[in-house]
């Protein structure tokens, strides 16, 4: 088991045919699985020296364990080197000129060993991911709408003030069924949905002379919006006065000048705005006949009104101010379209 220039490390090299990471088997079996181990550290550190290299002494040890996993891939021991080596009495006994060769032992196959650094992965790989969150898009994408019904808003109602107020304050808050009005079905445009629920509008439009105050009042989530609806009812208003009420460049000032000076038939506009003009006593709802709420319209996100938290928040706290009295009062009709 010599190590000369004709010996199984012959031509071994950093410029060689085999270099000290690629090496056949059969040579393996010649040498021990300590003097592998010693072989190939010894190898890959002058290696490393000849480059400039630094922590050599790291490389060592790395080199090291990697040569110790592939004798464990190649399943090669001491025990095995040495019955290869020295073959046993019985089978030298046994053996003659006209007699065959006992049973020997036999030799695995010769296998190419490659020795490789560990890659490191990424710490995004490592990193586990997140479920993403149904949007409410995801849902409706997959579902047809279904128009809002009085149900819907008492359902909302009873659970926005189910924690929060006792059980006499809930039943004080509550929309009885006789306040609604019939509630859009989807095939209906703004104009006449409004003729259907509101036959005596003539009426109503040639006896209001009240300031401060309108006979219809629509409520919706944005000032765009606003200016859709006011754009869709042209049919149903003929002539009456409409006035904008919303924030959007529009000072709540100039708002509460308008109405004190002039008789508007119909306001529209979002729950912020009217609940401000409200709580100043710029607007005033005794003369108030209808209130409809653009429950079914979904913006670009598809969500209704009641979908968006702050819009939600600012119209039930406008519902508790004072609409919900008139509505139990029987004054005030209660639409969703």
């Known amino acids: 088991m010599g190590e000369t220039a004709g010996g199984p490390w012959h031509g071994v090299g950093p410029n060689s045919k085999y270099s000290p990471t690629h090496f056949p088997c059969s040579s393996l079996h010649a040498l021990k699985a300590d003097d592998l181990v010693r072989k190939l550290t010894s190898q890959h550190a002058s290696l490393y020296r000849e480059r400039g290299s630094k922590g050599t002494g790291l490389q060592c040890e790395r080199t090291e364990k990697q040569s110790a996993i592939c004798l464990q891939h190649m399943n090669i021991d001491a025990s095995d080197d040495e019955a290869i080596e020295k073959p046993s009495d019985e089978t030298a006994t046994h053996q003659g000129p006209d007699s065959k060769l006992a049973v020997t032992k036999k030799r695995k196959k010769p296998m190419e060993c490659f020795l490789s650094q560990p890659e490191e992965t990424p710490e995004s790989t490592l990193k586990a991911k997140k479920r993403k969150k149904k949007k409410i898009s995801d849902v409706l994408e997959k579902s047809p709408p279904k128009p809002g019904v009085p149900e819907d808003l008492q359902n909302l109602l009873s659970q926005h003030f189910g924690t929060k107020r006792s059980v006499i304050e809930i039943e004080e808050l509550k929309l009885p069924d006789s306040c609604f009005l019939p509630a859009n079905d989807l095939t209906h445009s703004f104009s006449s949905y409004l003729k259907e629920i509101c036959p005596k509008w003539a009426k109503f439009r040639k006896n209001h002379e009240e300031k401060k105050s309108v006979v219809m009042l629509v409520i919706c989530s944005s ?27 529009i000072k709540i000032k100039e708002q509460m000048n308008m109405l004190e000076k002039g008789v508007f038939h119909i306001g529209v506009g979002t729950p912020g705005r009217i609940k401000a003009l409200v709580e100043q006593d710029g607007l005033c709802l005794n003369s108030t006949k209808y209130i409809i709420l653009d429950w079914n319209w979904r913006d670009q996100k598809l969500r209704r009104m009641m979908d968006i938290p702050e819009i939600k928040k600012e119209t039930i706290d406008l519902l508790e101010l004072r609409i919900i009295k008139l509505c139990r009062e029987g004054s005030v009709k209660l639409g969703l379209f």
Do not use: Y
């Open 223 to 249: 000032a765009l919006r606003s200016l859709e609806l006011i754009k869709s009812m042209t049919a149903f208003k003929g002539d009456c006065r409409v006035l904008k009420l919303f924030a959007k460049h």
